[in-house]
């Protein structure tokens, strides 16, 4: 028994040490040069600062906000629809939401500025019937398409796993006792999905409020959001780690608090946990 | 109702597929923008061959993915296993607790704090460079690390740990019962975790971004064209590792429902 425990032990130490000098010390160092400042001295400049940085974490948030509730008024249904699917058509679904993510982001992103442009697919076609040019890039809409479409699978998955697995007699039940179509996606399939809803808006809001490619490219530079900031400063070079590292700093404290708040509010919802 | 449905899962699909179409067309493109097509060619799909910066870039992620999802799956299971024998509820939350730190925060934030690890012992070490090879390697085990986990961890738990025990009662070794009795009944959740660890590590941008230095993955080299302006032969490359993962999956698909006809027959 003895010999078990330390064998045990001995399973688990390497991932403790691995994940106390790779996850917890990072943080403590980011807080280091977050309350000095470039020479190494102690200070709260780097915080006092941050208001300069204000409107780029409320546009983030807003931006991020808005690209979640789109995402999830777009993934629902779908989720909803392919689970009325035969399990082929199901399966040939998950792997068509899928498959994108395995083609590299920065080139789908990339390839919207094709699709979008003064000159590009949609204002040429426009332009054959006589209409436009529309003037589609380096809008703030734009960007927050560009959050949508990047996200949506990470959406979709989740609810769509969490709702297939719902048992059928359930809903057949409230059939049974005269509930219509839309009453039994009511009562019955979307406070069960409640759980997937909740993983899918956390796995598009924290990539959405952080992200500082999308707004680059399909932003024209002209809204920087608070990814963009600190990409920008850390690329400035040393002197700018220790700001830049509180930024990063209020942007996970933000991060953490939204995602606390969400499990709160889903556990009133009748119980999905992701922390 | 049915034929709404249908039309709906279509636009959500043309959605999604709209800029991978955009891709596939323009890597066949004779000129040398992605903006406007001037004729068919394969002309870009050759070119490859010769792209030293994009194929060194791709055996980097090769390597980089196959090494950190192997590493990652060994820590990890390991680590699952180690978990869930441990007693105290408090050390067991506390535990997960770490876990979910890197796959909660952004990537961004893990990018920069691991940077400025490196930064800071590459200092200490007196080293001139302190980011490259080992350091992308490191960051990419570190943000696999959560999800083979957790891909193990439930599957651990509807193992009856009687079964080892049995094993043992009959003569094994603690670890001869891991290895013949346990590591069978969790292979599948290994798996998934290995397959999560080897895609995401593929994908990785922004944390590769903060922590790779000189060492260039193929992501950060598809970055720094877009910085520029971007010629078909990345498209190409891109079409090409889609159609080598569109076919893979249809073969699993196609696999999959094979056997469970055959399952269904013999029943």
């Not at chain 1, 020479?39 to 974490?57: H, I, M, P």
């Not at chain 1, 956390?202 to 608070?226: D, E, R, W």
């Not at chain 2, 978990?83 to 961004?108: G, Q, Y």
């Not at chain 2, 193990?152 to 738990?157: A, F, N, S």
Request: aromatic share 12%.
């Amino acid at each position: 028994m003895n010999k078990k425990s330390l064998g045990q032990r001995l399973l688990r130490a390497p991932y403790i040490l691995w994940s106390a000098l790779f996850i917890i010390v990072p943080l403590f160092i980011m807080g280091y040069y977050a309350l000095t400042d470039a020479a190494g001295n102690f200070s709260f400049s780097n915080f006092s600062d941050l208001s300069r940085y204000k409107n780029a974490f409320l546009i983030s948030l807003l931006y991020a906000f808005i690209s979640t509730v789109i995402t999830l008024i777009i993934a629902y249904p779908l989720a909803y629809f392919m689970t009325k699917c035969k399990p082929g058509t199901q399966r040939m679904m998950m792997i068509l939401t899928m498959l994108p993510m395995w083609t590299n982001f920065l080139i789908r992103t990339y390839s919207w500025i094709t699709i979008l442009s003064n000159t590009g697919i949609i204002n040429t076609l426009l332009g054959k019937i006589g209409l436009g040019p529309l003037h589609l890039i380096n809008r703030p809409g734009t960007v927050i398409l560009g959050m949508v479409y990047d996200f949506l699978p990470y959406m979709v998955l989740p609810i769509f796993n969490v709702m297939s697995k719902i048992d059928v007699s359930l809903t057949e039940a409230a059939e049974d006792l005269g509930a219509n179509r839309f009453r039994v996606l009511r009562k019955v399939i979307l406070p069960l999905s409640m759980p997937g809803v909740v993983s899918g808006i956390t796995m598009v809001f924290v990539p959405s409020v952080s992200t500082f490619y999308i707004s680059q490219k399909l932003g024209g530079n002209k809204t920087m959001l608070i990814g963009d900031v600190i990409e920008y400063l850390f690329n400035l070079g040393p002197d700018y780690y220790n700001v830049a590292s509180a930024i990063s700093l209020v942007l996970m404290a933000i991060i953490l608090v939204s995602l606390f708040i969400m499990n709160r509010f889903s556990d009133d919802e009748g119980g999905g946990v992701v922390l | 109702m049915k034929i709404l449905s249908k039309l709906y899962m279509a636009l959500v699909v043309l959605f999604l597929y709209a800029p991978i179409a955009v891709m596939v067309f323009f890597s066949f493109n004779s000129g040398s923008s992605v903006w406007v097509f001037e004729g068919f060619s394969l002309a870009w799909y050759g070119e490859l061959v010769f792209n030293s910066e994009m194929l060194d870039a791709l055996q980097h992620t090769l390597l980089i993915a196959v090494i950190s999802a192997t590493a990652s799956t060994v820590l990890g299971t390991a680590a699952a296993v180690g978990i869930t024998s441990l007693r105290s509820k408090l050390a067991k939350s506390a535990i997960m607790s770490v876990t979910n730190i890197p796959m909660m925060n952004a990537d961004i934030v893990t990018g920069v704090s691991l940077m400025l690890l490196f930064i800071f012992f590459g200092k200490m070490l007196g080293l001139s460079e302190s980011l490259g090879f080992f350091t992308v390697l490191i960051a990419h085990i570190t943000f696999n690390l959560p999800y083979v986990i957790l891909s193990v961890l439930p599957k651990l738990r509807q193992t009856d740990p009687a079964l080892a025990q049995a094993a043992m009662d009959l003569g094994c070794t603690p670890v001869s019962a891991f290895f013949k009795v346990v590591l069978p009944s969790i292979s599948s959740g290994i798996f998934t975790g290995f397959i999560m660890a080897f895609t995401l590590s593929l994908d990785d941008f922004v944390i590769s971004y903060f922590t790779c230095g000189h060492y260039q993955t193929l992501p950060i080299v598809i970055y720094n064209m877009t910085k520029r302006t971007v010629t078909p032969d990345t498209y190409a490359l891109s079409t090409l590792i889609f159609i080598v993962v569109f076919a893979l999956m249809l073969l699993y698909n196609v696999t999959l429902s094979r056997s469970e006809k055959k399952r269904g027959m013999s029943r």
